[in-house]
């Protein structure tokens, strides 16, 4: 129940195409879903973060879609640059108790030149 | 500059030694934590406090020890360090609202 399932393991995508990286979740106490993205040799940095009383959120070329009844939720990233070359996790966590994030895998994204 | 640091950044070590990775955020964040990243990227959280009070404590061999000093630093402590304790050690903190923020990472290498 604590799982948080990420795919696909790896992407590769064109410039300019769109990138899509998928997480499901099972326990549905969970009500916050941040995006992190690590570059190699750093520390993950958040990107984006949705909580589950809207289906969409959208900065700039990321987008988070979630869908409450399906306990998913995906990152689109439009225009996929080389510089979003990166490796990407989705978290899920609790807005109480310990705060605890269940990351997901990871993605490693690249996008080509 | 607002951030979560650590060190060192480094530290490569020979097995059996005892080795220490500090942090400090200067961000005002009351909860603070440590994740190992092994080779396949899997982020594992290993402890949390909240207002230097221990509330995550995941299987972690007792080898593993953290203090919490005081809100702003979370410190871990290694004894007699084995090879599969080579890894990336992340340190992260956040505050009751905000997402996680995390350090730069320290880079362990066991001998």
């Known amino acids: 129940q604590q799982q948080v399932k990420q795919s696909p393991q790896s992407l590769i995508v064109q410039k300019g195409g769109i990138s899509i990286i998928n997480c499901a979740y099972e326990?549905?106490?969970?009500?916050?879903f941040p995006w992190y993205q690590q570059f190699p040799g750093k520390g993950p940095a958040l990107l984006i973060a949705?909580?589950?009383?809207?289906s969409e959120k959208k900065e700039g070329r990321f987008t988070i879609s979630f869908n409450k009844s399906a306990k998913q939720f995906s990152l689109h990233i439009m225009d996929s640059q080389p510089g979003d070359s990166a490796t990407y996790f989705c978290?899920?966590?609790?807005?109480?108790?310990?705060?605890?994030?269940?990351f997901g895998t990871g993605t490693r994204l690249k996008v080509l030149a | 500059d607002t951030a979560v640091s650590q060190t060192p950044k480094y530290l490569v070590t020979q097995m059996g030694n005892d080795k220490s990775i500090k942090c400090e955020q200067n961000?005002?964040?009351?909860?603070m934590y440590w994740y190992k990243q092994d080779s396949k990227k899997f982020l594992k959280i290993m402890f949390s406090?909240?207002?230097?009070?221990?509330?995550i404590n995941e299987t972690v061999p007792n080898r593993f020890s953290p203090k919490s000093p005081d809100k702003a630093h979370l410190n871990l402590h290694i004894n007699s360090l084995e090879l599969g304790d080579s890894a990336v050690y992340f340190c992260?903190?956040?505050?009751?609202?905000?997402?996680?923020?995390f350090g730069p990472g320290t880079r362990l290498l066991v001998l």
């Open positions: 961000l005002g964040h009351d909860t």
């Open positions: 949705i909580r589950p009383d809207v």
């Open positions: 406090y909240n207002n230097k009070e221990l509330i």
């Open positions: 978290a899920a966590s609790m807005s109480s108790g310990t705060y605890k994030y269940i």
């Open positions: 992260a903190s956040k505050t009751l609202v905000s997402a996680q923020y």
């Open positions: 326990n549905t106490a969970f009500d916050y």
